[in-house]
């Protein structure tokens, strides 16, 4: 039986925490940022983790448990 391969692309794009949270980077933050808020473009800074919704799918492509964000 060979290998189970984790998802390279995916690997690229997460982050997985100590205690098994995937850390993300949200979207539409790296650019056409003059008409966005100073609000909105602190918020794509702050630490984003995979919801409940995904982390079934992700931890499939992984090929490792994960634990959701509450």
Known sequence: MPKLKSHKALLKRIRIT????VK??????GHLRS????????????SNYVGKA???RISAMLKMRLKPSK
């Open 35 to 46: 008409h966005k808020s100073g609000k909105l473009m602190r918020s794509y800074s702050a």
């Open 18 to 21: 100590a205690k098994g949270k």
């Open 24 to 29: 993300i980077r949200r979207a539409f933050g």
């Open 54 to 56: 995904d982390i079934k």
